[in-house]
């Protein structure tokens, strides 16, 4: 083998940042379940006993962890007063309560962790692996990583941005969020467009009991409820507005799913299809934000996907393109892109 030193230096150091980030991701859950981000925000700049105080926890340990998240660059240490501190975008990063949240998104690979068995026999045996068999941690990382995304897009740039719907919605108008999980979606829209009535719907029963449950809490119950139902055959008709949010991809039959979103729209209704955002060809995807989607579909999106037929498993980076075919044989005759962000695509399709 005639290796090159430069290179395998380089390789080498990717993957020391990649192992890093594997034990960052248990150490980010850790000081998540602890308050510890908020701790710090609370006290710095701050020693490591003065965070452990404001959180009750032990300060040695509490010591290794802001230590190890200095290293990694997501708390600011000052060497010459011994403090640890947060910078404005590393507390909007992972500890104000109206930021981005983003230490939720490690429960994502630690909850994967817990079933590293099943999950590669699945791979293995081509079986796959379904969304309800996972470790409920990934059903709360999932709707915390994408409610921030949500809660900054849906009614300031998303929905204003479909032909007509905005105007629909203020005005009264039936929504149906398909694939609603824990509600996020469905509750932010019925915040948002207080005269519509909201129902979301998703094959999970725990995730629709959990999502009943916000409602309450966010006294909404009036305009919005959840039930259990599949893609392919949730009741009601003559919706003004369809969503799935992050969704469609992870379906056995999306095609199945998205032909009855289309039977029950209203003659001039809507779907608003919001999907993680992917160039069409694997090339366009290999970066930072197609390497968390490819892995994280690999273990979640195909894998459930490939539990029931017709075991289309799209995968999480499909692309405009492929989405753009399926809804046009789903009998869609209109599939226009509305939106984007750097992790969304959303897809104003029409009948």
Known sequence: MAIDQDRLDALLGRFVTDVGAGFHAVNAVIGDRLGLYQALAATMPATAAEVARHAGADERHVREWLSGQAAG????????????SLTEEQAFLLAAPE???????FHLPVALAMNAGPITE???????FAWHRHDPTLFEGTERFFRPGYAMNIASSWIPALEGVEERLAGGGR?????????????????????AQVVGFDYHRASIEQAGKRAGDAGLTDRVSFEVASAADFPGRDYDLVTVFDALHDMPDPLGAARHIRDVLAPDGTFMLVEPYAGD?????????????????TAIC???SMTEE???ALGAQAGEARLTDLLHEAGFSRVRRAA??????VLEVRP
């Not at 660059?73 to 640890?84: A, C, I």
């Not at 930021?99 to 998104?105: F, K, P």
């Not at 699945?122 to 796959?128: K, L, S, Y």
């Not at 984007?340 to 695509?345: I, K, R, S």
Request: with cysteine; proline share 5%; aromatic share 10%.
């Open 73 to 84: 660059g997501y708390v600011t240490y000052d060497p010459e007063t011994e403090r640890f």
């Open 99 to 105: 930021g981005l949240q983003a230490a939720a998104a």
């Open 122 to 128: 699945a791979i293995r045996t081509g079986e796959g």
């Open 281 to 297: 060809r694997l090339e366009d995807n290999l970066g930072p934000v197609g390497r968390l989607y490819y892995t994280a579909s």
């Open 302 to 304: 195909v894998a459930h």
């Open 175 to 195: 929504i149906a969020d398909v694939g609603c999980g824990h509600g996020s979606s469905s509750l932010l829209m019925a915040q948002s467009y207080r005269a």
């Open 340 to 345: 984007e962000t750097p992790f969304n695509l």
């Open 310 to 312: 017709p075991r289309t």
